[in-house]
């Protein structure tokens, strides 16, 4: 009876794990014959949708919020319909994946991850939703991707003549608004601030004082250098407001409370509003002209394959 009862279980499972399978593996589309099915689709929605709520920080839920539910499934769908377009046609040019700078790749991610914390890949994975084989394969696709951008934009370089013949009919984009060089150093408690006070009373370098003190890890190493201030610049009010009281050369006496902690701040040159000089600006305006017109002719690449392809939308409407 026990034996009848077991088998009955393990046919239930079998009947419930083959359902499971068929429709992991049951197509949703197909790319010139070659099908997309749901368990490829079910992998990326994950992943883009854990990509969404990261940078919006917010959770989605399924129930409520149609419409995002909605844009995140059309991404999905069309993301995975050009990855297989563009393995299609990397495989028709002989374009063929690096495995090796794949690994590497991934062996540097995992190195860098579980430096930052214990098991700091594995939350990585869990936080973005991806499997390692998923990691592998969308780093593989990325890289194809851009072999091929490469390989079509080759030729595309802008001249000096078109560099300033933008920048001469697109002044407004150049406007310098000005304002006054500031450094600062950030600190947990007043305390620390005010010892970083009384050293710099006593003579002590804020750049060094900055690399010994500050927790604003993004410029401790550059002296605390926050470049340019004025009154547009996106900084808390009371940061901003000590900020621009100080005449060069000046820092402030008392610590300056914001929800970050305490700062001491400095102020060096001030700089007058006006446009930026062309030199100054020419060889990053001709690099982000050039991307341009190379993400352009890519994405004209891209609509082309997906002109030219059979491409057949299987999911139920």
């Known amino acids: 009876m026990k034996k009848k009862i077991l088998m009955i279980m393990v046919l239930c499972l079998a009947v419930f794990l083959a359902g499971c399978m068929s429709k992991a593996s049951k197509p949703i589309a197909e790319v010139n014959g070659d099908k997309i099915t749901q368990a490829d689709y079910d992998a990326l929605y994950a992943v883009i949708k854990a990509d969404y709520e990261s940078t919006q920080n917010v959770k989605v839920d399924e129930q409520k919020d149609k419409e995002i539910v909605k844009n995140i499934q059309d991404k999905t769908f069309d993301n995975l319909i050009l990855q297989k377009l563009i393995r299609q046609d990397a495989a028709r040019q002989g374009i063929k994946i690096d495995q090796k700078e794949v690994d590497e790749t991934i062996a540097y991610i995992k190195s860098t991850k579980d430096k930052e914390s214990q098991d700091g890949f594995k939350k990585f994975l869990k936080e973005t939703n991806f499997t390692e ?185």
């Open 133 to 317: 084989t998923g990691l592998n394969e969308y780093l593989q696709t990325q890289q194809l991707n851009t072999k091929i951008k490469d390989k079509i934009t080759a030729g595309i370089k802008v001249d000096d003549a078109q560099v300033r013949q933008y920048y001469d009919d697109n002044q407004n984009q150049f406007e310098d608004q000005g304002g006054i060089h500031i450094y600062h150093i950030l600190t947990s408690d007043k305390q620390k601030a005010l010892e970083v006070i009384n050293k710099l009373d006593s003579g002590a370098d804020f750049a060094v004082l900055a690399k010994e003190y500050s927790l604003d890890e993004s410029n401790k190493n550059l002296g605390g250098d926050l470049q340019y201030v004025n009154e547009n610049t996106n900084f808390v009010p009371e940061f901003k407001k000590a900020a621009l009281a100080l005449k060069p050369g000046q820092y402030t006496q008392e610590p300056v409370k914001s929800q970050f902690g305490y700062h001491v701040i400095k102020a060096g040159e001030r700089k007058a509003a006006g446009i930026m000089p062309f030199d100054q600006v020419q060889e990053q305006l001709k690099a982000q002209l050039e991307a341009e017109q190379k993400d352009s002719a890519f994405n004209e690449y891209l609509e082309k394959l997906k002109k030219e392809a059979d491409i057949k939308d299987l999911r139920k409407k």
